[in-house]
């Protein structure tokens, strides 16, 4: 594997992502790591990421020392180069050339690290702090206009050190930098794949379990399936799901699960039908905070009653936590196996002292990855790849009072949208799409017949990671066909207009 020792760079995610797209196995690393530590885990590589700091300042983060002389190859990536460099006696200058954006970068030597490149390319830069002196035994490999050592490598200790950012995707081949110091420079073997993620896996779940029961709540999306799917593989029939039916899914939803999991997966399933309870906790809640709350209290309520009577039967909690959670929440203390509970997790947000030990087999994954584990554990692709769908489903997009005769007729609007997008073939393309029920009513004429009916909004976005997204340009084709067949087919819906707002400022969801 390869490490990554994170200095706090914003970019340390990205790196991760570039390692393992490339089939390598990599994790990160607090800048706190031991050589011992390392040594341990068998790295074949160390990856020093960027960070916010100056290695002027007092309290910059270092890491240990003897990682320098332990002749594991290094790549330093900006203030990871930084701190080659002040680790074997080079000279840095503090601040004085600060270079944010794309540069041209000049190589000078285009053996290991930049094998196969181009000797002229287009590089993404920002820092503040520049190399201006080698340490003794180090050359120079590469160099910009303004900063004349932008890469640099001590060839025979196979220690490398550049000024820019080649895991961002302005770096112009970049991610064949990264390979080469993985493949060529570290020989990595490229074999982390699916299949291999999850032999470790059901090994490492088997240990850890051993003859005990787990309890695994799912939430109908592809983090909380794909664990049960994967524990089903590991320990069988000491798995049960259990599945909270709040009435706030997609029509059919609540059910397509049921029978995947029984009929399909032969898992034992607690379904519980909380349907009325959840309408009776938000019947006259119009604020959308309030609704979020009440909903969100009530799954928590419902799950500790259920669970209550389980506990004792159940000694494990089985969680879809990922790797991305997993990295922010990691303040030193990234190898433990349990972590508490964040209320923002895909299931809904759990109670905080629940009577289970945790196991979180996905904890080292990132969402592109569990989603090919899915699939190689025959999840159907509709689940793999289904969107991001908020927690209190579609009470949060009623906008105004919810009930169950607003729930179904959003469901029929809903379920027409998507019929629709899937057979255009647009669903993969597209980050959610999804339709709201407005609460206001039009004239309309239908028929003969003047009708003072409801009005349902369609929203569809792209976006890369929910912090920003854009409206998408939905063809007029598809949309008059949407917008035809919801007046004609739902009853009580009887205008659709589209939503073309971004975010920031309007966000993806209504409420
Ligand atoms: P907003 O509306 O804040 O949403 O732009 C950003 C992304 O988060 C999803 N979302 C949720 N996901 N539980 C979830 O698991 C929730 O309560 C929740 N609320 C919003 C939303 O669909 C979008 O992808």
Known sequence: MIAII?????YTKIIARKVRESKVYCEVLPH????AELTKKQVKGIILSGGPNSVFE???????ERIFTSNIPIFGICYGMQLIAKHFGGEITEGKSKEYGHANLYIDNNFNLFQGLWLEMSIWMSHGDSVIRMPDNFQRIGHTETCSIAAMCWPEKKIYG???HPEVSHTHKGKEILDNFMLTVCRCEQNWTPISFIKTAINDINKEVKHDKVLCALSGGVDSTTVAALLKKAIGR????????????????????????????NIDLIYIDAVDR????????????????????????VFEEESKKLSGDYTYLA????????????VGDISKTAVTIKSHHNVGGLPEDIDFKIIEPLRMLFKDEVRQVGIQLGLPEELVFRHPFPGPGLAIRIIGEVNKERVETLQLADAILMEEIKSAGLYRKLWQVFAVLLPIKSVGVQGDKRTYSNVCAIRAVNSDDAMTANWTHLPYEILEKVSSRIINEVPKINRVVYDISSKPPSTIEWE
């Open 6 to 10: 994170d200095f706090g760079s914003q």
């Open 278 to 301: 959840f309408h009776t906790k938000v019947a006259g809640v119009t604020d959308p905070e309030e609704k979020r709350k009440k909903i969100g209290e009530e799954f928590i309520r």
């Open 319 to 330: 969680q879809g936590t990922l790797y991305p959670d997993v990295i922010e929440s990691a």
């Open 238 to 265: 000491r798995l049960t799901c259990m599945f909270i039916d709040q009435g706030f899914m997609r029509k059919n939803e609540g059910s397509k699960i049921k029978q995947l999991f029984e009929n399909e997966f």
């Open 32 to 35: 706190t790591v031991t050589l």
């Open 162 to 164: 550049v000024q820019f």
């Open 58 to 64: 007092k309290d910059a983060p270092t890491c240990d």
